[in-house]
């Protein structure tokens, strides 16, 4: 590497480009300070969806939890959960009726892809531990066949 007078930690044959010229070469990444930030238009429906997925999720478990501690504090106010259901529907106007049964469905929705986290969870468990058993049991039986035959 030859170096030049003009600046000595340069080499000879380099080409100065700009920042903006930097970012296309590294393909569309963007630098804010010390994050790195990509774009891939390929990625975009994936990244659509998955946004849409965890944000009718994040308002899922909000109106769960909405609802279950305005149904609590209606219990505690002396209503059975039938009243407090019909004087929470009873004061809706028609938008509002039709939006709680938006967000009651969101909340469904959310109660049913945790109960299915719930069950895969520990269907993955009992997996792991009914493999870990059977691997333990062959282990013991390789180590006693190990030992009558060196007997």
Do not use: C
Not at 5 to 28: H, K, L
Not at 68 to 93: I, K, N, P, R
Not at 114 to 124: C, R, V
């Amino acid at each position: 590497m030859e170096l030049t007078y003009q600046s000595p930690m340069m080499p000879a044959a380099y080409a100065v480009i700009s920042a903006d010229e930097m970012t296309y070469i590294d393909g569309g990444a963007l630098q804010i300070g010390s994050y790195l930030i990509e774009f891939h238009p390929e990625n975009l429906l994936a990244a659509a969806v998955n946004f849409t997925v965890n944000f009718a999720q994040l308002m899922g478990k909000a109106a769960l939890t909405a609802a279950v501690g305005g149904l609590l504090l209606m219990h505690e106010d002396g209503l059975t959960l039938s009243q407090s259901v019909s004087y929470y529907w009873d004061g809706q106007s028609k938008a509002g009726k039709v939006g709680t049964v938006v967000v009651g469905g969101l909340a469904g929705w959310y109660g049913v892809l945790k109960g299915i986290q719930i069950y895969n969870t520990a269907k993955s468990l009992y997996i792991e531990l009914k493999n870990a058993y059977e691997q333990t049991k062959a282990n013991r039986a390789a180590a006693q066949a190990g030992v009558l035959a060196a007997a």
